[in-house]
């Protein structure tokens, strides 16, 4: 069965290093998202994306986060002076042809800020 | 956007017990209605979706219904078993994202 891969499966970064999550959605789906999970908290909607560009992005989304799509496989978030309040699980997620369908989640990137 | 009211935040039953778990929507030209089960730890997954041409779907102890006339879809599991133990979305929806609540956590007591 397709799933959406993501790596690594856990990251320990410096306060204000930049740091790439990456993320593989399933091959023939077209909506891209990312979602943060603080731990013991709700999962957070972060960004949508769709046709190479934002879709939509939420508070959260500041200017510290950049999405990409390097190549046709590839969908990364970007976080450019890390926080210690970024310290959550990271969840990339992608949908079919529609937002109106299942979203199939990766497995998550523990982040850790130390 | 979409407004969903989800209810209860915590439900706690005994193995072999049934549990319902009711979502209440705002938008009346709503059509997916997804639920969602998070494991600890673990990754939101998709357990069950209906669409609003269909009043209930069932897929052995998990079943959902629709109500479009009060607004409402609820979550339906029975023969409860302590893996179901976890916390359970009805998304809501802005600007077609799916933005998750707090849930309802389950818990199953052996």
């Known amino acids: 069965e397709p799933e959406v891969t993501q790596t690594p499966s856990h990251q320990v970064t410096q306060m204000g290093q930049e740091v790439i999550l990456r993320c593989v959605p399933i091959?023939?789906?077209?909506?891209f998202y990312w979602y943060r999970q603080i731990l013991g908290q709700k999962v957070e909607f972060l960004v949508s994306?769709?046709?190479?560009?934002?879709?939509?992005k939420s508070e959260i989304f500041d200017d510290q986060f950049s999405v990409e799509r390097p190549d046709g496989s590839n969908f990364t978030l970007k976080i450019r002076s890390t926080k210690l309040e970024d310290s959550a699980m990271y969840f990339c997620?992608?949908?079919?042809?529609?937002?109106?369908?299942?979203?199939?989640f990766g497995q998550g990137t523990r982040l850790t800020v130390v | 956007g979409e407004n969903v009211e989800q209810h209860p935040s915590t439900l706690s039953v005994q193995e072999g017990d049934s549990a319902v778990i009711k979502c209440t929507y705002s938008d009346s030209a709503s059509n997916y209605f997804p639920w969602y089960k998070q494991e600890l730890g673990k990754r939101p997954q998709l357990i069950i979706d209906i669409r609003s041409n269909v009043g209930e779907k069932k897929d052995q102890r998990i079943a959902v219904t629709l109500n479009k006339t009060a607004k409402h879809f609820s979550l339906h599991i029975t023969e409860t078993q302590p893996e179901d133990s976890a916390v359970y979305f009805c998304p809501s929806k802005r600007n077609n994202d799916m933005r998750f609540g707090a849930g309802t956590r389950l818990t199953v007591k052996p």
């Open positions: 997620a992608s949908t079919g042809t529609s937002r109106n369908t299942e979203a199939f």
């Open positions: 994306f769709y046709n190479n560009e934002i879709s939509e």
């Open positions: 091959s023939n789906h077209l909506y």
